[in-house]
């Protein structure tokens, strides 16, 4: 088994910034992917961006070169990850999760609220 925790978010004005932490425990040998992804309100959840356990990164095109996800652990692990988000717009307000990607399962984190507001 596989737990995952978000924190980080909060309230930001527009063009502000917010970094969420996202950080698994328990069998975390068998992760081998970690991702972020976010639901707008009325919208699907969808792909943020996410990183495996070799350094490899992949973004969705709306949010390349303006958030980066980025991992806390040695070479070949990932069990501790970062998305850092820059100029933030009130579109961006969504709820964030974060997910694990094991051997045997995905696992979820119960999600952090972002907000975006003047």
């Known amino acids: 088994q596989v737990q995952v925790v978000e924190s980080g978010g909060g309230l930001v004005q527009p063009g502000g910034s917010l970094r969420l932490s996202c950080a698994a425990s328990?069998?975390?040998?068998?992760?081998?992917?970690m991702g972020w992804y976010r639901r707008a309100p009325g919208k699907k959840r969808e792909l943020v961006a996410y990183i495996t356990s070799g350094g490899n990164t992949n973004y969705a095109d709306s949010v390349k070169g303006r958030f980066t996800i980025s991992r806390d652990n040695a070479n070949n692990t990932v069990n501790t990850v970062y998305l850092q988000m820059n100029s933030l717009k009130p579109e961006h307000m969504a709820v964030y999760y974060c997910?694990?990607?094991?051997?045997?399962?995905?696992?979820w984190g119960q999600g952090t609220q972002g907000n975006v507001s003047s």
């Open positions: 997910n694990a990607i094991a051997t045997a399962k995905t696992y």
């Open positions: 328990g069998s975390i040998f068998s992760i081998y992917a």
